[in-house]
């Protein structure tokens, strides 16, 4: 069945580093692809879509391109706050089956 | 604001006792979608629903009861078979096109 892979964390890093966040992803269909963010305490947030191969979701200085050739979309940041401290949340979804699947998220601590 | 309301926030359940999770959406979707998370862990689909007065079971029903019978709602109900029921819930609504919005959550706790 479909499914999603994400790296383990946590995941550390110093103010103002670069962030990728690792996804891959399995799929029968073509799905689209996404990720989310969880702050503490809270609902999931949609940080950035791709619906097709080749795409790039870009937000708030996050981007993750649509690789369908290594069924890959990693995250990154080119320099992150300590305010991007939160779990982050790949998945997927199917128009066929309806279902979006989530990888396992991954947490990102960021030090001053 | 459009959106998926979740009520209550937090949700406290005795031994034996059926409680009933509310959802709502004011954006229109057809299908919704009930996930439940675990401290430290992902998130697991127990139920969802593609179209009024139709639901399907995800990977985790066993336990869990949900109707359909407005579009606007999607009521979840932890039932007493439910043995380990201590967890937070969240509702979303969407599909792969246009992405899936999520509510603020529900906290429940046995007690």
């Known amino acids: 069945g479909d499914s999603v892979t994400q790296m383990e964390g946590p995941v550390t890093l110093s103010e103002e580093a670069f962030l990728t966040i690792n996804c891959t992803y399995t799929?029968?269909?073509?799905?689209?692809l996404f990720w989310y963010v969880q702050y503490p305490g809270e609902g999931l947030q949609l940080l950035l879509k791709a619906t097709k191969a080749d795409d790039k979701g870009s937000n708030k200085g996050f981007e993750a391109t649509y690789r369908k050739e290594t069924t890959s979309f990693h995250l990154e940041k080119g320099s992150v706050q300590v305010s991007d401290s939160a779990v982050y949340f790949c998945?997927?979804?199917?128009?066929?089956?309806?279902?979006?699947?989530f990888g396992q998220g991954t947490t990102l601590q960021v030090k001053p | 604001d459009g959106g998926i309301t979740q009520s209550p926030k937090y949700l406290f359940r005795k031994e034996g006792q059926n409680v009933t999770l509310s959802c709502e959406q004011n954006l229109n979707h057809d299908a919704m979608y009930w996930y439940r998370q675990d401290p430290g862990q992902g998130l697991r689909l127990i139920y969802y629903?593609?179209?009024?007065?139709?639901?399907q079971k995800g990977d985790i029903a066993e336990g869990y009861s949900v109707s359909r019978e407005k579009k606007e709602s999607f009521p979840l109900t932890v039932t007493s078979a439910q043995k380990n029921p201590t967890a937070f819930y969240l509702c979303a609504g969407g599909d792969a096109d246009y992405g899936y919005t999520f509510g603020s959550g529900t906290r429940l706790t046995v007690v």
């Open positions: 629903s593609q179209i009024v007065n139709d639901f």
């Open positions: 799929a029968t269909g073509y799905p689209s």
């Open positions: 998945a997927l979804g199917t128009s066929n089956t309806g279902k979006l699947i």
